[in-house]
């Protein structure tokens, strides 16, 4: 399979803490791209990083990527409880991970 | 306002009866996907097109049709509609795709049931 896989499956946390959710794929990428999803309803683009950078900032969203271990990992620091959703790595040709659900207890 | 508008939003049918879920972009993308999300097998891409006239497989087309006559319309045609249908259906769009830099915009969804 090329999907990004996202681990872990599920992330609770308290208010204010960061949380930390990482994805794995399996071929070679030009860009990685993650995405939220509310319960039911469409994903949203959050942020890109091509395969020449190795981080990237938007707002409380840092992601990193490591092309020589295929992987990426998105940090949402001072979570709030609207960040409650599932969020998805997806690879340039559009494949997407089963996606890590995280809630944010208030 | 830049977005994908799908259409219905909720849809029961009945096995065999032929319908279409429509898909519309506003933002002249040339990239138009569609997906099916089940839980615990995540998105996966039931067709896509490059541009109009250009339509392709992704990893789960059978029982589906898809046709691109516009730029701006990508309706996905279920001719014989299965209980193994039943799902929640997104339909995305992309300036030239993710390969150059940009991600999708997704519609809301389409919660079909087939009964």
């Known amino acids: 399979s090329q999907q990004g896989e996202e681990d872990p499956q599920a992330l609770s946390i308290q208010e204010g803490e960061n949380a930390t959710m990482n994805c794995s794929y399996k071929t070679s990428i030009n860009n990685l791209q993650w995405y939220r999803q509310n319960s039911g309803r469409g994903l949203v683009h959050l942020i890109l990083?091509?395969?020449?950078?190795r981080e990237k900032h938007s707002g409380r969203l840092r992601v990193t990527l490591d092309t020589s271990k295929k992987s990426s990992s998105l940090l949402i620091t001072a979570s709030r409880a609207a960040d409650t959703a599932s969020y998805f790595c997806a690879t340039d040709q559009f494949y997407f991970g089963t996606g890590t659900s995280l809630t944010v207890i208030p | 306002e830049a977005q994908v508008t799908q259409n219905p939003r909720y849809l029961i049918t009945v096995t065999g009866k032929k319908l279409t879920v429509t898909c519309s972009q506003n933002m002249n993308h040339e990239y138009m996907s569609w997906y099916r999300q089940d839980p615990g097998l995540g998105l996966r891409q039931i067709y896509y097109?490059?541009?109009?006239?250009?339509?392709d497989k992704g990893d789960v087309p059978e029982g589906y049709k898809v046709s691109r006559k516009e730029k701006r319309n990508f309706p996905l045609i279920l001719e014989s509609p299965s209980p193994n249908q039943t799902s929640l259906y997104f339909c995305a769009s992309s300036y030239t795709g993710a390969r150059v830099g940009y991600g999708y915009t997704f519609g809301s969804g389409t919660r079909l049931t087939v009964v």
């Open positions: 990083i091509r395969s020449n950078e």
């Open positions: 097109s490059m541009n109009v006239e250009v339509t």
